[in-house]
């Protein structure tokens, strides 16, 4: 009787190895398409607006001029009621 074991001109134990080998190209195979896929669909750079970045919205580079000393506290309030009349209140106190 013959077995996988066996040197004698059989297979051996190497063909054992055979399906892990394929096991890992088909995961592979996955993986990499999976990724991409997602990667497709935008990923970490997901877009607001069309097109805009999500961190590019008005109101956070009028929140960012603000933090970095660029515009002082009266002009902030006054370009942010003219954005929240332009484009509406986005927050949870705003009617849409």
């Given at each position: 009787?013959?077995?996988?074991?066996?040197?004698?001109?059989?297979?051996?134990?190497?063909?054992?190895?055979?399906?892990?080998?394929?096991?890992?190209?088909?995961?592979?195979?996955?993986?990499?398409?999976?990724?991409?896929?997602?990667?497709?669909?935008?990923?970490?750079?997901?877009?607001?607006?069309g097109g805009r970045p999500a961190g590019d919205s008005p109101l956070a580079?009028?929140?960012?001029?603000?933090?970095?000393?660029?515009?002082d506290e009266d002009e902030y309030w006054r370009r942010l009621s003219v954005?929240?009349?332009?484009?509406?209140?986005?927050?949870?106190?705003?009617?849409?």
């Amino acid at each position: 009787m013959q077995t996988l074991a066996n040197w004698d001109g059989g297979p051996g134990p190497w063909i054992l190895f055979f399906p892990l080998i394929w096991a890992a190209v088909v995961i592979g195979a996955v993986t990499l398409l999976r990724r991409t896929g997602r990667r497709g669909r935008g990923g970490p750079w997901r877009t607001v607006d069309g097109g805009r970045p999500a961190g590019d919205s008005p109101l956070a580079v009028l929140g960012r001029r603000f933090a970095s000393g660029e515009i002082d506290e009266d002009e902030y309030w006054r370009r942010l009621s003219v954005l929240e009349e332009q484009f509406g209140r986005t927050g949870k106190g705003g009617a849409a």
